[in-house]
């Protein structure tokens, strides 16, 4: 059953998809065993006990199976109840896990009651401990970097990223607007002066030169 308890938090990605309502993380050491939800099989989150059978759910499974049938899933006692288990509940906080994020390589382990605050997206919550591979998604493109990757890709690489033209100083847009369609046709950029073979002038500057000289 031990085995059962931890493994049924590794399975295929299908699975964990489906298997929403449940506690999803491995575990340094098996939970007790009584915390696995017999709805969902994962350990159970905010867990509910039933006293006819003494079971223990996942709130949100207990609940949904008491809006459907009149009976306890486990022993079929009819018009069953439940109360909140807060014994197993602060157990269950207790219980050392892993990083969600261990398979990509980090290496946190520690109170199930601190594993949302480590895993959060906060940027800041890297300084303070935090998951550097949970993903957090860049607000100008909405494609997702590892938290710490996200700052230098926002502010260095990132396509969709507000930029204002080096020449001008005037035309504002994103990063790729600005360089590949702006740039090229910029009044300003520097181009060379018929008038004065070799240098360079602005398109504007220019302009004027020439035609004061076909005039």
Known sequence: MAEGISQSLS?????????????????VV?????SQCPICLYVVKDPQQTPCCGKVFCKTCISKIKKEFSYCPTCKTDNFHYFPDKGLKQELLSCTVYCNYKSSGCDWQGA??????????????????GC?????????????????????????HCGSRPFTCQICQDYKSTYDDVISVHKPNCTYRPVECRNNAGKFCTTERWTNTYRKSAN
């Open 112 to 129: 199930l009651g601190d594993l949302d605050k480590h895993m959060s997206t906060g940027t800041e919550q890297q300084d303070e401990g």
């Open 132 to 156: 550097k591979f949970v993903p957090i998604k860049c607000p100008y493109c909405q494609k997702d970097y590892r938290r710490d990757e996200v700052e230098e890709h926002q502010n260095s």
């Open 30 to 34: 098996d939970p007790p065993k009584r």
């Open 11 to 27: 399975r295929s990605t299908a699975k964990r998809q489906i298997s929403e309502n449940g506690i999803e993380c491995e575990f």
